[in-house]
């Protein structure tokens, strides 16, 4: 588990981490409104860009902290203390930023990049689509190109933050005339595009991420497509997938930790509910249960986080059988175990301590958030993925999956497991 007093590598409090410990506080202000009225959460939200956080990953050249996807998990399970909502706002953004650093042309990179790092523009994601069972990798909706330009005619039932992006990565088929597995990515500028809000947002939980539905009509460029025409799969497997499951994962074992820390600092304080008995044998069982299973979270985010940025530091793909079970494997331990966790510590508080809204530790809300990770990204289809690739796999080793590969993730006997759900 990522402890307060080493929340950087190696013991190094480093300059990302450093900042959300001090935000933390100020979006754990605002985040019982944010919930309690399914409001964007625009304080915190701007507290993050006036710190630079928008711009964690955008290399130095272009402005930015230059951060890395070691940084951006320390970032998130620190600000997930604070609000899960925002920081998955921001973990989501940080996952189309590494996309847009890894994967667009030289030209949009220079317009785009500089503006998330200086102006914390806000880029949101489209990928889930009505009918499509919320594959990542299929788009029923086509790209249209007319006189050089590129149309987008698009209905998103999720779109986090959709309402206050400053630009969206928006996943369609490649043409009309290709099948719904070639899909292409394409940028579009807020100016570019009419998004229209067509269903609220009104969630047991994870309230204010506004997450609504929309129908977005615009035009774009050729060269706002990021990657190659038809090749989002590449794109997918090398940066979206892989930040992606990172970022939720950090941000459900933080939201998990804080709700632990709050409880036991409760527990030891001079306010100790009365029936709480520091001296039980169950109390103490069921704390450290929990701490249990955040240690094992813990340790195996670092551990794929650590891998993630092995296989890129040497340019090696994560396409591999065994690393794709490894990655999938961290986003269903995470969102199971985090709410495992909660759910046990609910339990602990009792009918007043754990259950009520106006507790002192806001477990409650902890509760109803950690209920999505299940769903953002379903584990049912991820497990299913998991089975797929175990029977080509086997059962893996040990070892760190960089030399266990034994071939595509997406290759004969692979197509078609992997799918996304976003919030």
């Given at each position: ?86 920081a ?23 317009v ?14 489209v ?23 590129l149309?987008?005619?698009r ?35 807020r ?45 997918a ?25 709050s ?16 001296d ?144």
């Amino acid at each position: 588990m990522l402890s307060r007093a080493e929340i950087g590598r190696g013991g190094v409090v480093t300059k990302a981490a450093a900042l959300a410990a001090e935000l933390a506080p100020v979006l754990a202000r605002h985040a019982a409104k944010a919930d309690a009225d399914a409001e964007f959460p625009r304080d915190s939200v701007e507290a993050l860009r006036k710190a630079g956080l928008f711009g964690l990953l955008v290399p130095t050249e272009y402005g930015g902290m230059g951060g890395d996807l070691g940084d951006m998990v320390e970032a998130a399970t620190l600000l997930a203390g604070g609000c899960l909502s925002t920081a998955m706002i921001w973990a989501m953004h940080c996952q189309q930023v590494d996309t847009v650093v890894r994967h667009a042309g030289g030209a949009l990179r220079a317009v785009l990049l500089p503006r998330i790092a200086v102006d914390g523009y806000y880029l949101a994601s489209v990928t889930t689509e009505p009918g499509n069972g919320a594959h990542l990798l299929t788009a029923s909706s086509a790209l249209v190109s007319e006189d050089q330009q590129l149309l987008v005619r698009r209905d998103a039932p999720v779109v986090t933050g959709g309402e206050f992006a400053d630009g969206f990565l928006v996943t369609m088929r490649a043409s009309a005339d290709e099948p719904p597995n070639r899909v292409s990515l394409v940028y579009l500028d807020r100016s570019q595009v009419e998004a229209r809000t067509v269903r609220d947002w009104n969630a047991m939980g994870m309230r204010g991420t506004r997450s609504v539905a929309m129908v977005l009509s615009g035009t774009a460029s050729a060269d706002q497509l990021i990657g190659a025409a038809g090749g989002f799969r590449a794109v997918a497997v090398d940066s979206m997938i892989p930040a992606g499951h990172l970022a939720w994962s950090a941000c459900w074992l933080g939201a998990a930790r804080a709700a632990l820390h709050s409880l036991a600092s409760l527990i030891r304080s001079s306010d100790r509910p009365a029936s709480i008995n520091i001296d039980s044998d169950l109390v103490r069982h069921r704390l450290a249960r929990t701490r249990v299973e955040l240690e094992l979270c813990g340790a195996y985010l670092l551990h794929i986080r650590n891998e993630v940025m092995h296989r890129r530091r040497l340019e090696r793909g994560m396409d591999e059988y065994a690393f794709q079970i490894k990655l999938d494997t961290l986003k269903v331990a995470c969102s199971e175990l985090t709410f495992s966790a909660v759910d046990r510590l609910v339990q602990l508080g009792g009918a007043m301590t754990g259950y009520q809204r106006d507790a002192p530790v806001p477990l409650e809300r902890h509760f109803r958030d950690l209920r999505s990770a299940s769903l953002n990204y379903s584990n049912d289809r991820l497990l299913s993925a998991i089975g797929a690739l175990t029977l080509l796999d086997g059962a893996g080793s040990l070892g760190d999956g960089a030399e266990t590969g034994t071939g595509l993730c997406h290759g004969e006997g692979a197509e078609g497991v992997r799918d996304e759900e976003t919030y």
